[in-house]
Structure formats: C-alpha cells, structure tokens
C-alpha cells in the first residue's frame, strides 16, 4: 500500500506562484511515476503533468501548463512537487497526485494511488 498527501494549495493573485507537494509513503519503492491532474468546478478531471523517474526518467506537460509548471521530484523525501508560475483564474482547480507503478499516463485510470487532492484558487 501507498499513501499519498497532496499539500501547498491555496489562494494567489494571477501572475503569482504555487508548489504543491506529493508526499508518498509506504511501499514508496514499488511507484515509478506520478501524475498531477487537476479538477475544475463543472469539469471533468484532466491530466496536468506527469514525471517518471526510471528509464532514465522523463517528465511530460499539457500544453496549457508548458512554460509554467514544472515536475520534479525529491528521492530522499519521497516526494514530488509541481511548481507552478504565471498562474491564471483557468488553473483554478482541486489539484491531485497520483502514483502508479506503470509509466505515468494521461489515462487516470492507470494510477492505483490517489491523494485526496488540494484546492488552487487563482483570483483575476
């Protein structure tokens, strides 16, 4: 088992920066890779970001966050973060990790482990 806790949401100005935060624990060493995904009021869940740490590693966007948040990842803390910069009012969503032990994936159905997600609010 895996737990997962989300933390660093909140409220800021547009133009303003965020990190979240993904804290794993537990059988951390059977996760390979993290999916942030995001959930706007009256929308569907969509995937943000995803960053992998074997294989070499990778780290992959959606086109609408490139240039403005960056995946990262620290070992020793088992835990991985999402900066976000240039905030605008349409990143306001409840913000979720995910892990899984298969490359990440735009496709949540692929993460067996969830966050109870964190709420961003960008006022304009």
């Known amino acids: 088992q895996v737990l997962v806790e989300e933390s660093g949401g909140g409220l800021v100005q547009t133009g303003g920066s965020l990190r979240l935060s993904c804290a794993t624990s537990g059988r951390t060493f059977t996760i390979t890779s993290v999916g942030w995904f995001r959930q706007a009021p009256g929308k569907e869940r969509e995937f943000v970001a995803g960053?992998?740490?074997?294989?070499?590693?990778?780290?992959s966007y959606v086109d609408a966050v490139k240039g403005r948040f960056t995946a990262s990842r620290d070992d020793a803390k088992n835990t991985v973060y999402l900066q976000m910069n240039s905030l605008k009012p349409e990143d306001t969503a409840v913000y979720y990790c995910?892990?899984?032990?298969?490359?990440?994936?735009?496709?949540?159905?692929?993460?067996?482990?969830w966050g109870q997600g964190t709420q961003v609010t960008v006022s304009s």
């Open positions: 960053l992998t740490w074997v294989g070499g590693g990778s780290i």
């Open positions: 995910a892990a899984t032990s298969n490359d990440y994936s735009p496709d949540e159905r692929r993460y067996e482990y």
